[in-house]
Structure formats: structure tokens, C-alpha cells
T-cell receptor, first 115, second 114 residues
Framework: DGGITQSPKYLFRKEGQNVTLSCEQN?????MYWYRQDPGQGLRLIYY???????QKGDIAEGYSVSREKKESFPLTVTSAQKNPTAFYLC??????????????FGSGTRLTVV | KQEVTQIPAALSVPEGENLVLNCSFT??????LQWFRQDPGKGLTSLLL?????REQTSGRLNASLDKSSGRSTLYIAASQPGDSATYLC?????????????FGSGTQLTVLP
């Protein structure tokens, strides 16, 4: 079955450490997105990519970095510059040419906790 | 900047009731509006997608309407069941520069009591 796989499900980060969250999709979607969700809040866009080797900052990109070397993969690195990284992170994808007609597909999320 | 608001933030109803969740957005220049369901600690599941040219979509006991001119959408759930308990999020697809982005509301947490 086609879908989006995020790993790990739970991740713990020590102060000053960089960690990378994985997101893989087999839907042949061109665009991929990373969102952050805090308790009681909606999702906020961190980064998005519409094509391989290209990506754009979202609303809250500071302290995060991404890469898009393959169409299927869009890993997110939470750097030590992100001062409040504890949150639930969601990856999504969508087709590009007809994105207005098709919705987004989301992964099951990674919960990151600073210890 | 587009803002999406969902009211109420939380709702508790007895099983069997029909209910309405509300979503409003500030800029009517949207491509579509999507309703999602989120269970605790899980990702988002798409429920209904309404194109900007449409007025409503139905799936089983769910019906979503869209009034783009007034910046409002409603999600109607008929004959609610305890399994409907979840957080419901609405999101609008907008243009942002050369890209299109989803802007989310903060959700309505629904509890259906048996």
C-alpha cells in the first residue's frame, strides 16, 4: 500500500545535540512538507520541497534543516539552535501539478522530547 | 496573512447526537478546504476535501459545507458514536509566493459519551 512512513515514532534529544527525523513516501508525490504541532495548537509549516534538490522555508524554519536528494525522502534535522524542540512532528506529501484538486497525505508523526 | 479559526475548541456530546463543527478563515482566496481527523498521538487522516468551486462534500455520516464568500466551513456529523471521539482540524490551501500551502486551524476536540 502507498503511504508515508515516519521514523522513529519517539525520539529523545539531549541539550546541544542534533537529531534527524526520517520521512519516506512511495506515493510518487512531488511535494513534501514538514509540520510542527504543539499541544492544543494547529500545525505550523517548517519546510517544504516541491522538487528534488530544492526546498523552501516555511513559517518557523529557524533551528531546522532539510534535504531532498531523492523524490521519496525528505529528512528533517533539528539542530541545537532550536531552543524549544519538544513537539510532535508531522511529514506530509502531495502531488504538485494537481495539488488544488488532491489533498495532502500525512505520516503518523514523530514525538521529539528534550531530556 | 490567512488565519483559520475553529470553534468550539472542545465539545462533549452524548452518543447519537448530530453535531456541527465550525471553521472560519480570513482570506477567501483559497484553492480548497480539507477536514482532517487526528487521534491522540497519531497523524492526520483526511476526511473530506472541498474544492473552492464546490459547496459541499459528503462521506457516510459526514457532510462538509463551504461558503467561500463568508469564509466559513462546517463539518456535520450525524448520529455521533464514541468512535468519533478525536480532534478535528480544518485546513485551507492557499498560494504563498510560487507555492501552495496548507494553513491549519487549532482544532476542535470532540468527545462522544456512550
Amino acid at each position: 500500500d502507498g503511504g508515508i512512513t515516519q521514523s522513529p515514532k519517539y525520539l529523545f534529544r539531549k541539550e546541544g545535540q542534533n537529531v534527524t527525523l526520517s520521512c519516506e513516501q512511495n506515493l510518487n508525490h512531488d511535494a513534501m512538507y514538514w509540520y510542527r504541532q504543539d499541544p492544543g495548537q494547529g500545525l505550523r509549516l517548517i519546510y517544504y520541497s516541491q522538487i528534488v534538490n530544492d526546498f523552501q522555508k516555511g513559517d518557523i524554519a529557524e533551528g531546522y534543516s532539510v534535504s531532498r536528494e531523492k523524490k521519496e525522502s525528505f529528512p528533517l534535522t533539528v539542530t541545537s539552535a532550536q531552543k524549544n524542540p519538544t513537539a510532535f512532528y508531522l511529514c506530509a506529501s502531495s502531488p504538485m501539478r494537481t495539488v488544488g484538486w488532491y489533498g495532502y497525505t500525512f505520516g503518523s508523526g514523530t514525538r521529539l522530547t528534550v531530556v | 496573512k490567512q488565519e483559520v479559526t475553529q470553534i468550539p475548541a472542545a465539545l462533549s456530546v452524548p452518543e447519537g447526537e448530530n453535531l456541527v463543527l465550525n471553521c472560519s478563515f480570513t482570506d477567501s482566496a483559497i484553492y480548497n478546504l480539507q477536514w482532517f481527523r487526528q487521534d491522540p498521538g497519531k497523524g492526520l487522516t483526511s476526511l473530506l476535501l472541498i474544492q473552492s468551486s464546490q459547496r459541499e462534500q459528503t462521506s457516510g455520516r459526514l457532510n462538509a459545507s463551504l461558503d467561500k464568500s463568508s469564509g466559513r466551513s462546517t463539518l456535520y456529523i450525524a448520529a455521533s458514536q464514541p468512535g468519533d471521539s478525536a480532534t478535528y482540524l480544518c485546513a485551507v490551501l492557499i498560494s504563498s509566493g510560487s507555492a501552495r500551502q496548507l494553513t491549519f486551524g487549532s482544532g476542535t476536540q470532540l468527545t462522544v459519551l456512550p
